[in-house]
């Protein structure tokens, strides 16, 4: 493609379309077909070929494929004269060509949009366009390109009223063009930097210096011949030396030769109005200068014209690429707002599941742990019952607080050995046995302090006083604690006080007795708590009996 174009093209050309099977392949093949078209330099005004590109690759394909898809489009609604379309494709494939790293492509279309531009007289566009073009054809060296974009700039800076940056630009031009070679591009852009000086009225040194220029340029590039199109740029030199006659033939040549008045070269008139002035031929001064009133009325009425219609193609291309802008920047906050809305779904939705989990976890936990419980309180029922029954037969206390503990603990007793029952009933069913045993330590629950205060009482007045004992000389032991004691006085075992309890959690109950231990002072490990009651309960008895 790139360097048998033609060739690409006859090959494209002889497909035929109808055997392509698929999207794909036939958006590619329009897309190397308009390329091939444009490296051939045919120009296509008819987007029909491209059109077929642009339905598959609008929203398919690599960002590069897509770019150049869209460039092609612009280059063919510019052949048809539809800057505004051309326009909107060029952005479009901008902002696919921007995520490449194809130096050319993207060159190629900051270029053509300064064309664009330039049509529309936005010369300020024109400028910037061109400027973004250059540093990617200076990255891949293509001095080709480099020279039309340096070139076209130089004449919009000169448009925009910049003559001395157009001139410095066109000067880089020239440069480029003398390494290339390029004998046309040399003539034209040393015409160009003329016609900047001569138009901000440089003094006559400027202009002789400028002419030697010129002059040693023909004798390079022209065989020393000065070219046609040049014979008003110096004949206006010869008429500012005073050379009349020399201005006279060239302008005069130059009209015969170019008879038919177009704004490129009306100003050959003035020229020619000036010369025969400056020779006393008032007559034909005043004939060219009506001619060139009447073409320049002419002109500038179809030069508005087409003012005015290309201002307001640059108006809907402006109003375009603001909204367009606009569109980018609200799917940008549009793509941010979804992102943050999605995070917080994902964030709530995470806290859910980890309080699920947590909740699963405890339930889990606190399943194990009654199973646990009853799997020792089926160990130890039997024990519990036998203690239960020795302590109401040897308790010879009859007053209300006995009775009331006997009542408690013959409830828990009875409660314990349903609940017994409940867990080889529910063992198929953990939920219900979890929700069955949690109503159960809730009704428990809420009788531990009438249990406690019956407890208390009796170990009181059965064990010689022996919770007034503790109360007085361990006042930092709690009502809780000192229950306990009043259990171990009574005769139950550590289990059985547990099961009663309902103690769920084994390391609770250890809990309790490590602080009942350390409040009494027993720091010896090998003496435990029960030894420490028995041993007291025997000291206060014979207190008792002493007394």
């Keep these: 493609m790139s360097e048998h174009p033609d060739s690409a093209w006859h090959i494209l050309e002889s497909i035929d379309r109808q055997a392509l099977d698929s999207r794909r392949i036939r958006a590619r093949h329009a897309l190397l077909s308009s390329q091939a078209l444009d490296k051939n330099y045919i120009d296509v005004n008819n987007d029909s070929l491209i059109c077929i590109a642009i339905d598959y690759y609008a929203n398919h394909g690599s960002y590069e494929d897509r770019a150049k898809t869209y460039y092609y489009h612009a280059i063919v609604q510019g052949n048809a004269s539809n800057t505004e379309a051309a326009i909107k494709a060029l952005v479009m494939a901008e902002e696919y060509a921007k995520k490449t790293k194809n130096s ?32 990617f054809f200076e990255t891949i060296k293509n001095k080709t390109y480099l020279l039309y974009v340096l070139w076209r700039k130089g004449v919009s800076l000169n448009l925009a009223d910049n003559p001395q940056q157009a001139i410095e630009c066109l000067s880089e031009a020239q440069t480029i063009a003398v390494d290339l070679g390029d004998r046309p591009a040399i003539l ?180 194990s742990e009654y199973e646990h ?42 409660s314990l050995q349903k609940l017994l029952e409940l867990a080889s009933i529910c063992e198929t069913n953990p939920d219900n046995f979890y929700r069955q045993f949690k109503e159960h330590l809730k009704v428990a629950s809420g009788k531990n302090q009438e249990l406690a205060n019956d407890v208390i009482a009796i170990a009181n007045l059965s064990c010689h006083g022996i919770i007034d004992y503790l109360q007085k000389s361990y006042p930092a032991l709690s009502q809780r604690e000192l229950c306990y004691c009043g259990f171990i006085c009574l005769g139950f075992s550590p289990e059985s006080i547990r099961i009663l309890y309902n103690h769920t959690n084994t390391y609770s109950i250890y809990t309790l007795r490590s602080k009942i231990r350390s409040k009494l002072g027993i720091t010896n490990d090998s003496s435990n708590l029960e030894k420490y009651i028995v041993e007291l309960k025997k000291y206060l008895g014979k207190t008792t009996d002493l007394v």
Excluded at 285 to 290: G, K
Aim: charged share 20%; with cysteine.
């Design 104 to 135: 050319l492509l993207n060159g190629l279309i900051f270029s053509y949009l300064g064309d664009q531009y330039y049509s529309q007289y936005s010369f300020d566009g024109a400028i910037a366009a061109y400027s973004s073009a250059i540093p």
């Design 188 to 367: 034209d852009i040393i015409a160009s930097i003329g016609g900047i000086k001569i138009d901000r009225n440089d003094d006559i040194t400027s202009l002789q210096t400028y002419k030697q220029d010129i002059f040693d340029i023909y004798n390079r590039y022209a065989d020393g011949e000065i070219p046609v199109e040049h014979y008003p740029l110096i004949g206006y030199i010869y008429w500012q030396e005073g050379q009349i006659d020399s201005a006279r033939i060239l302008c005069n040549r130059y009209y015969s030769l170019q008879p038919h008045i177009t704004s490129l070269n009306v100003g050959v008139l003035s020229i020619l109005s000036q010369v025969e002035e400056s020779d006393g031929n008032y007559k034909k001064a005043l004939f060219y200068e009506r001619l060139y009133s009447n073409y320049s009325d002419s002109l500038n009425m179809e030069w508005r014209n087409n003012l005015v219609q290309n201002l307001e193609r640059k108006y809907r291309t402006e109003y375009f690429q603001k909204s367009y802008a606009a569109l980018k920047k609200t799917s940008r906050y549009a793509m941010v707002s979804l992102i943050l809305v999605i995070a917080i779904i994902i964030i709530l939705a995470a806290v859910v599941i980890a309080s699920y989990k947590r909740a699963i976890y405890r339930k889990n936990q606190e399943l």
């Design 373 to 414: 419980y009853i799997r020792e309180s089926k160990t130890h029922y039997a024990e519990l019952t036998h203690e239960y029954n020795e302590i109401k037969r040897n308790l010879t206390i009859p007053n209300e607080h006995s009775q009331t503990l006997f009542v408690i603990l013959e409830n828990r007793i009875k």
